[in-house]
């Protein structure tokens, strides 16, 4: 089977990309090991319209279930290969399977920054994590540390208070790069302390994390740490289809979120934009899908 469309990543602007695809009755599936994105690990989403306040899971699920009620075909797999031949892509996942489509929509995501310090891959299940939605309840009563200065770890720092007793930011600057609003709600916070222009050079422990190391030399006593430095692309799998990417790996696309490679789109965080959240990656899959739409009618 040839599809019209496959979309490469199930998070808002993989979703969102597959609802439009069901609007314009392209033939379509859906490849990704997980369905939700980045999204399910935001505690608190504050600026979505139509709600004051929700999870990343809740509105997701929401999403998912969307979705899987249209009958939009749906492959848990991993991909690891995407190529091009006489203007058909075939995507092969790790468990050998190949599916072709006419078009493409790239939607992969970003992946988390590694700290790259002693005692982050030794300890990484066993104090060390990059989720705090998933791992923060295993904290109760506990003293953690948040690695970063954005938005994604200022929210994860508010997601923790709830369950630890003391919560420290660890920043390498000497001010935030998160909404102003946040900012302000965690420095008004108690069991928040922030620590500025200071760098974690080593995590410790025995069995499990007992403390951090900061370039002052400080040592601080904590039971875990989550680390939030940044993104990086995933574009691993396209590379040997040449895509053109800027110097931070991001996609290059149009204002038609068109690539380099004819029938090829890209939306979402895979891209760079100045403003990388829920509702700018939704609106890049919308546009992805309608110029995938208008390439399989020429």
């Given at each position: 089977?040839i599809?019209?469309?496959?979309?490469?990543?199930?998070?808002?602007?993989?979703?969102?990309?597959?609802?439009?695809?069901?609007?314009?009755?392209?033939?379509?599936?859906?490849?990704?090991?997980?369905?939700?994105?980045?999204?399910?690990?935001?505690?608190?989403?504050?600026?979505?319209?139509?709600?004051?306040?929700?999870?990343?899971?809740?509105?997701?699920?929401?999403?998912?279930?969307?979705?899987?009620?249209?009958?939009?075909?749906?492959?848990?797999?991993?991909?690891?290969?995407?190529?091009?031949?006489?203007?058909?892509?075939?995507?092969?996942?790790?468990?050998?399977?190949?599916f072709?489509?006419?078009?493409?929509?790239?939607?992969?995501?970003m992946?988390?920054?590694?700290?790259?310090?002693e005692?982050?891959?030794?300890?990484?299940?066993?104090?060390?994590?990059?989720?705090?939605?998933?791992?923060?309840?295993?904290?109760?009563d506990?003293?953690?540390?948040?690695?970063?200065?954005g938005?994604?770890?200022?929210?994860?720092?508010?997601?923790?208070?709830n369950?630890?007793?003391?919560?420290?930011?660890?920043?390498?600057?000497?001010?935030?790069?998160?909404?102003?609003?946040?900012?302000?709600?965690?420095?008004?916070?108690?069991?928040?302390?922030?620590?500025?222009?200071?760098n974690?050079?080593?995590?410790?422990?025995?069995?499990?994390?007992?403390?951090?190391?900061?370039?002052?030399?400080?040592?601080?006593?904590?039971?875990?740490?989550?680390?939030?430095?940044?993104?990086?692309?995933?574009?691993?799998?396209?590379?040997?289809?040449?895509?053109?990417?800027?110097?931070h790996?991001?996609?290059?696309?149009?204002?038609?979120?068109?690539?380099?490679?004819?029938?090829?789109?890209?939306?979402?965080?895979?891209?760079?934009?100045?403003?990388?959240?829920?509702?700018?990656?939704?609106?890049?899959?919308?546009?992805?899908?309608?110029?995938?739409?208008k390439?399989?009618?020429?």
């Open positions: 089977m599809y019209d469309l496959i979309i490469i990543g199930a998070g808002a602007a993989g979703l969102t990309a597959a609802l439009y695809a069901h609007r314009y009755n392209l033939k379509t599936l859906i490849i990704s090991k997980d369905l939700g994105g980045t999204a399910l690990e935001a505690h608190s989403i504050e600026n979505f319209p139509g709600y004051k306040g929700i999870s990343g899971i809740e509105l997701m699920k929401q999403w998912i279930n969307h979705i899987k009620s249209l009958k939009i075909e749906i492959q848990q797999e991993d991909v690891i290969n995407v190529e091009k031949q006489n203007d058909i892509f075939t995507i092969t996942t790790k468990d050998d399977k190949k072709q489509s006419k078009t493409v929509i790239l939607a992969l995501g992946k988390r920054k590694h700290l790259n310090v005692g982050e891959d030794k300890f990484l299940g066993k104090g060390v994590s990059y989720c705090a939605a998933c791992d923060g309840p295993l904290f109760k506990k003293t953690v540390v948040v690695i970063g200065g938005d994604t770890a200022l929210m994860d720092a508010q997601f923790l208070v369950h630890a007793k003391k919560v420290y930011i660890i920043h390498r600057r000497d001010d935030f790069r998160a909404e102003p609003k946040r900012e302000e709600q965690i420095k008004k916070n108690k069991k928040i302390e922030i620590i500025y222009n200071a974690v050079k080593e995590i410790k422990g025995k069995d499990f994390v007992n403390s951090i190391i900061l370039d002052n030399k400080t040592e601080l006593k904590v039971d875990g740490v989550f680390i939030d430095v940044g993104f990086i692309p995933s574009v691993n799998i396209i590379k040997k289809l040449k895509v053109k990417c800027d110097e790996d991001y996609i290059t696309v149009n204002n038609k979120q068109e690539t380099n490679i004819p029938g090829l789109f890209a939306a979402g965080d895979i891209t760079y934009n100045s403003l990388k959240q829920i509702i700018t990656a939704a609106a890049e899959g919308a546009i992805a899908t309608f110029s995938a739409f390439f399989n009618i020429k």
